[in-house]
């Protein structure tokens, strides 16, 4: 018996080895479209977004006011970032997110340069924004939805950060997907498959797009029930 024992420990790791649980992905459709590549992250043209006065406008629209908790969804070198640090004040917090390391490390020395005490960073994953639950007034998304390859996937994940009556802001183009943009039919269906409702949608000549938000419905469908929107 003794000799059988090591051999029956191993062969129990062996089998509980085997049964990998499923990818989480796996669970979530593959989405009908295209997807961008990703753009560029720098932050050169800061001066004419605040020339047409795009993030005042935008942080208007959404109704960001001090002492907000917000989410920057590909951040980039920080253009929303620190001007959403400023709006919320001392009060409020930023979360400055991205899936490019060399981005966020570029945003790190622009928020110690601007000594931005309310803003922190942290690295996403493709799939899995990699937000803390229950913590977020507003997420927004600017020009960068439609470079998510898995968005199903990414947008259920990202359902409970949002706070009570809290607020995903979407800006982006009504153009193909793989044209960095998307067609707002189409970006409404892919929200509310996975569980959110749209409560405000504009077009803005200004923004060169349009503004739209969405609130978390009642309830956040299983990944299995969620079905992939046509492109159409």
Not at 22 to 45: C, H, K
Not at 110 to 116: A, D, H, K, P
Not at 131 to 143: C, E, G, K
Not at 179 to 198: D, N
Request: net charge negative.
């Amino acid at each position: 018996m003794t000799r059988r024992v090591p051999f029956l420990l191993v062969a129990s790791l062996l089998a509980s080895a085997c049964v990998e649980q499923p990818e989480a992905e796996a669970l979530f459709p593959e989405p009908d479209r295209p997807v961008s590549e990703i753009g560029s992250n720098q932050f050169s043209t800061e001066d004419q977004r605040d020339s047409r006065g795009e993030a005042k406008t935008v942080m208007d629209l959404a109704e960001i006011t001090p002492g907000m908790t917000v989410a920057d969804i590909g951040a980039g070198n920080g253009y929303y970032t620190v001007r959403l640090a400023e709006r919320v004040d001392a009060e409020g917090r930023v979360l400055a997110q991205d899936i490019d390391q060399r981005a966020l490390d570029r945003l790190a020395r622009r928020v110690e340069r601007y000594r931005l005490d309310n803003v922190s960073i942290r690295r996403g994953e493709v799939a899995d924004p990699k937000l803390p639950d229950n913590s977020f007034d507003r997420i927004f998304m600017v020009h960068m939805y439609h470079e998510i390859e898995q968005p199903y996937e990414f947008l259920w994940r990202m359902w409970p950060a949002l706070r009570n009556e809290g607020q995903v802001i979407v800006v982006d183009i009504d153009r193909p997907t793989d044209q960095h943009g998307i067609a707002p039919k189409l970006l409404f269906c892919e929200f509310e498959q996975v569980g959110f409702k749209l409560v405000e949608f504009v077009e803005r000549p200004d923004l060169k797009g349009y503004f739209a938000r969405f609130e978390r419905a009642e309830k956040r469908p299983d990944p299995e029930a969620i079905t992939a929107c046509p492109n159409t």
